[in-house]
């Protein structure tokens, strides 16, 4: 059964998941970028880019397995970029240039319509106004049988994690400070949700955090059981 899964979501220790004022120059928030730093020297995130280097390890293995059987993903629309309001053209595709790192259908939330966007290597963005439920459908529709990745942002996981519609939530718990900007868990009550930890593991930049529904523990299959440790 498709599962809806937060992978490699990374949080500071003060729980935001974003730095405040998005902009181009910022598009994980002012500070944002510090929350990242377990991420960027893995060979997960160098191959992404086109590199063939790239450190291996924990941080890298919990982040490769995040991708592993991903067939749709589902996004917010400050995620997909920091163009806000009714979308004056076309012009903008992402912060990814022109062959994305999702190479399947991706499901971007907003309130404003767009047309679908089809880029090199497989990614088409959908642009789904009619809210999370439908989003999730269609994007279970897309994944064919495989899971659903939820990419974020911070409100778009909010969502879903107050609908209970969240199976399983990896946090990359970073030893940082931000002060401010986008909480995550802020006014949800996650354990009343039926989420509890079934697993830690200490990486290398970050401390993995594995979250699951209390009715999914027993599942072996969840990718933070064949982690490290
Ligand atoms: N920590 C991590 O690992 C991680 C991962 C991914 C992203 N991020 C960061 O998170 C930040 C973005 O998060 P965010 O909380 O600002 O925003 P977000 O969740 O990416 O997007 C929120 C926007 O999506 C649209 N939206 C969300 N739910 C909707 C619904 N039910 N119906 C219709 N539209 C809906 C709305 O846009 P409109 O009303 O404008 O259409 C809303 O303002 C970025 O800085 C990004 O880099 C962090």
Redesign the pocket.
Known sequence: MSRLRVQ????SLDGY???PD?DRQN???VG?PE??EWFFPTRAWRRMHGYDDGETGVDNDVAEKGFAGVGAWI?????FGPV??PWPDDSWKGWWGEEPPYHVPVFV????PRPPLRMAGGTVFHFV?E??HAALEQATAAAGGRDVRL??????VR?YLQAGLVDELHLALRPVLLGSG?HLLHGIDARALGYACARSVAGERATHVFLQRRDHQADPSFPGREATG
């Open positions: 490699s979501f990374a949080v998941g974003a730095g998005q598009p994980l928030g944002g929350l990242f996004l917010g629309r400050n995620m806000r309001g939330l907003t309130h404003y106004t809210g999370i990419g974020g942002g911070v409100a778009t969502q986008e």
